[in-house]
């Protein structure tokens, strides 16, 4: 093995051991590099990354390197339909390059203001009325992003990588997100997850973007509290 395979390998469980303590912070129990032993039946020929399990829903997390790692790999959507159908289970896909592309793009574009995050969600609305709820799922989290990206910057977090799972994560682990508020953005950020990468989810709902718009909006109108980050 050259010592670039061994560089990336190390890399690669770094990542997975710090998105592994990610979802230890949900309150999940983990399991990084399941054998079939620990995997449920439906799933024993799968080969994910990490399993998690809470009270309350299962999760088979299958972790890609970058999009042609995924690309090569035609059994994802496949096991996506499978996990997503059975009762408390579910599927997350999570590629670890998807931070850079925004590193890459920032230096030529600018961050909306909050009038023009507020136009798009004037889209968003417009694309439910007309039940286009694919596009209204993808838009509205465009506009979320936006927002939670100022929300952070406004509360000085500090963010390495600003994917939209880990702004997710820390807006929740900081107090401007509710459990609540955390565990129906998850929900629908899996469903808008499914969409743009090509995937079909089982059902899509108008109810599932509401909760991005709203929290869209929540953002723009908070403020930090001088007596710490949550208020």
Do not use: C
């Not at 054998?35 to 994910?48: E, N, V």
């Amino acid at each position: 093995m050259s010592s670039n395979s061994r560089s990336d390998d190390m890399d690669f469980e770094k990542e997975l051991q710090r998105l592994a303590e990610q979802y230890t912070q949900e309150g999940y129990f983990v399991l990084t590099h399941p054998d079939a032993d620990h995997l449920p039946g439906f799933a024993a020929a799968f080969s994910p990354q990490i399993i998690a399990k809470r009270a309350d829903e299962n999760v088979i997390v299958e972790v890609k390197r970058d999009r042609a790692d995924l690309e090569s790999d035609p059994n994802v959507p496949v096991q996506a339909g499978i996990t997503n159908a059975q009762p408390g289970w579910r599927y997350d896909l999570v590629i670890l390059s998807e931070g850079d592309p925004f590193r890459r793009i920032s230096r030529e574009a600018r961050e909306p203001t909050p009038d023009e995050i507020i136009a798009q969600l004037a889209q968003v609305d417009q694309m439910l009325r007309e039940g286009d709820i694919p596009a209204a799922s993808v838009f509205a989290w465009a506009s979320l992003e936006a927002a939670m990206r100022q929300a952070a910057s406004d509360a000085e977090l500090h963010m390495p990588r600003q994917t939209t799972g880990e702004l997710l994560r820390t807006l929740y682990g900081n107090g401007l997100f509710t459990r609540e508020q955390f565990d129906r953005l998850t929900r629908s950020y899996r469903l808008r997850t499914e969409i743009v990468h090509g995937l079909i989810p089982l059902a899509i709902e108008a109810a599932s973007v509401q909760p991005v718009v709203d929290a869209t909006k929540y953002l723009l109108a908070w403020k930090p509290d001088v007596r710490g980050v949550a208020g």
